[in-house]
């Protein structure tokens, strides 16, 4: 994937900056693909279960007793029950191909694009403590304003925001996957070797969490089809996320609105353990 720069929207419910192209030579990818939508707090997890009953039968001559209980069902919470509803038709049972995509940017803007990074790059190093607090200025979900010392002209911060339209998602290498069902409400995520993040990934329905080599990611919000989304074409789903202050990671499953397909998108950036990360990918398949 290339690597862009520019922070330009500030994320609505938390205090970190959702990059539409992150700063300082890494592509948020996540913003691209997932558009600008409205966020949803994940609710509580509502569980209840049933008791165990034994049920007597009798005869004329004898009476029998039936002490086997009836299974336990656990009841998801409708927030819980609906991203199941939706997640688990997009799931393969079978091991399936699966592409594992890069961003491709049109050879005509290419150059140009490259060119207006390495300038605000510059730039933006060399202001940093002005930069950090022009951030600030800007209210979730609102754009920022152009200023000059981002070292480009205003017709280049346009070009540099309409990029996306230049874009697109094309087929790298290819992988396998499938989903082994653990139980009810969890599904294990099998896939080969290029498709590393995803590997042992756990989805856990009954608390809307994955499971991750990150840690355990709680449920974010959706992500609903946009025209913004240029990249992908517009499409619907899910998002998980861990974050702290120094570590971000989010996990996106959901399905294209054009060609049905599945689509996963991964982003951990930051520092975890000591290590800097700066991982991502991007995963389409068929759902059968």
Known sequence: MYNYGIVCFYEKNTGEFLMKKIILGTLTTFFLL???NNSTESKPVDTKKTAAEETTKSTKNEDKQDTNPKKTEEVLSPTNQSTKDFITPLLVKSETPA??????????KKQKFEEITKKTQASIQKNYDWYIEYLKTVQPGERLPYHENMGITQEEYEFFLSSDQYMKLVKGQEGKIHFKKISDNVY??????????????????ASNTLKTEFGTLNYDD????????KITGRWNGEQWRLSN?????KYAIGQLEDSKKTIIYITAKGLLDGKTINQEQVIEFKAQ
Request: charged share 25%; proline share 2%; glycine share 4%.
């Open 99 to 108: 592409d594992i995509m890069t961003i491709q940017m049109q050879e005509d």
């Open 34 to 36: 997932a558009g600008c």
């Open 188 to 205: 294990e995520i099998q896939t080969s070797s290029p498709i590393k993040l995803l590997n042992k990934v756990q989805i856990d329905f």
């Open 245 to 249: 202050d120094n570590f971000n990671v």
């Open 222 to 229: 959706k992500i609903e089809a946009a025209d913004g989304q």
